[in-house]
């Protein structure tokens, strides 16, 4: 997986961020479900908890509408429905949740995950906790210290 939390990382679905993410319907049906993609792919559209967003491409020189699951509702997807290729997502969704389960037991495993992701943000580990105490941008705070250090040096 790279940097971006993408659930679906094929290259034969369609995905688009705007602000999260955003999976092709048809494209994500047909790399999950390979048999009775029609029939599934109807059972979604009819289903009132499954929010459908319907995006307008630029298809050579007309517009189409498409229809896109969000993240949450590809999720929702994922549960309701059962293939070989979602098995694995399961297990990861399983693993994530005993994750956090074992982070409200033990507190300093979060806090563990929390230096770890800051570390490969590239966030220096002083600048962790002030940052949830007192949300300050950290380039603020930088700055900030480099004029400290100028005017004493002056």
């Not at 029609?38 to 009132?48: C, G, H, P, T």
């Not at 509408?65 to 694995?88: A, E, G």
């Not at 992701?117 to 941008?137: L, R, S, T, V």
């Not at 705070?141 to 004493?152: A, C, F, G, H, R």
Request: hydrophobic share 35%; aromatic share 10%.
């Amino acid at each position: 997986m790279t940097n971006d939390p993408k659930l679906l990382n094929s290259p034969s679905v369609e995905v688009i961020f705007d602000k999260q993410w955003y999976y092709n319907l048809t494209d994500t049906v047909k790399y999950l479900f390979k048999k009775d993609t029609i029939s599934i792919l109807n059972e979604i559209l009819n289903n009132k908890e499954i929010e459908i967003h319907k995006m307008r491409r630029r298809n050579d020189e007309n517009y189409i509408t498409i229809d896109y699951l969000d993240t949450y509702n590809l999720i929702k997807v994922l549960l309701i429905y059962n293939s070989p290729k979602i098995k694995d997502i399961k297990l990861w969704f399983a693993s994530i949740i005993l994750e956090r389960i074992n982070e409200i037991i033990y507190p300093e495993i979060a806090l563990d995950r929390l230096k770890t992701i800051n570390a490969k943000k590239g966030n220096q580990y002083k600048y962790i906790f002030q940052k949830k105490e007192n949300p300050i941008d950290i380039e603020v705070l930088t700055n900030q210290e480099i004029l400290d250090e100028e005017i004493s040096i002056k």
